[in-house]
């Protein structure tokens, strides 16, 4: 049986939840006052796609790798309780895209995100009868490509695709050994890609000549 599946990113990709996020944020921030520090949409999605170990040393370069990881996991729970009650901003046709896909295809997230985060996803938008099977660096403790490939192997694919916007989902899916189709309209800028779209509703288009 040839199974064929999608691996989409999350942010950027499926969703953008960087206005949401950013007050959360900058409520843990404001309880630690000696850090005297705020952080905006801008920052906020130049750290999307990124690992939180990768985010916390961006962030606070000059304290200890301890102590500013404490800080990111603070930001990460308040951020998933306040995404569990706002959610985030779908990108336009994307419920009516999954629907399609999954006539043909096996749909899952790999995601560069704690444990919780893709959960409250599916939770608050109500999408889980669309996904197989979800993976986040902060359940595995591994990089993207890695966790596309416990994807992969978990669910016995034998065709598939990474979709997301940054050059860390390229870097994964060619870590993975498969093709990236390159969400233009998330956070990334990538150039000198095979299959680009420009809208999530795009892939349906393209799709059946890559799998």
């Not at 969703?15 to 006052?33: E, F, Y």
């Not at 993207?144 to 598939?160: D, P, V, W, Y």
């Not at 233009?184 to 999530?200: E, H, M, P, R, T």
Request: negative net charge.
């Amino acid at each position: 049986m040839n199974k064929k599946g999608i691996i989409f990113d999350l942010d950027g990709t499926l969703w953008d939840a960087s206005t949401q996020v950013v007050p959360a944020w900058n409520i843990v921030l404001k309880r630690h006052s000696e850090l005297d520090k705020q952080i905006t949409i801008d920052d906020m999605r130049g750290f999307m796609g990124k690992r939180i170990e990768v985010i916390a040393e961006i962030m606070f370069p000059r304290m200890d790798s301890e102590k500013r990881m404490k800080i990111l996991e603070e930001c990460c729970n308040e951020e998933q309780i306040y995404l569990r009650k706002h959610g985030g901003i779908l990108y336009p046709k994307l419920e009516e895209t999954l629907k399609l896909l999954a006539q043909n295809y096996s749909i899952y997230i790999v995601s560069n995100c704690q444990d919780g985060y893709v959960q409250g996803f599916l939770d608050y938008h109500k999408l889980w009868s669309y996904f197989k099977d979800i993976e986040m660096s902060g359940r595995t403790g591994k990089c993207k490509g890695e966790n596309i490939k416990i994807i992969i192997e978990r669910n016995e694919i034998n065709n598939s695709v990474y979709v997301g916007d940054t050059n860390g989902d390229l870097e994964g899916a060619e870590y993975a050994g498969i093709p990236f189709i390159y969400a233009a309209y998330g956070f990334g800028q990538l150039d000198n890609v095979k299959y680009s779209i420009n809208n999530i509703s795009d892939i349906n288009k393209i799709i059946s000549s890559i799998l």
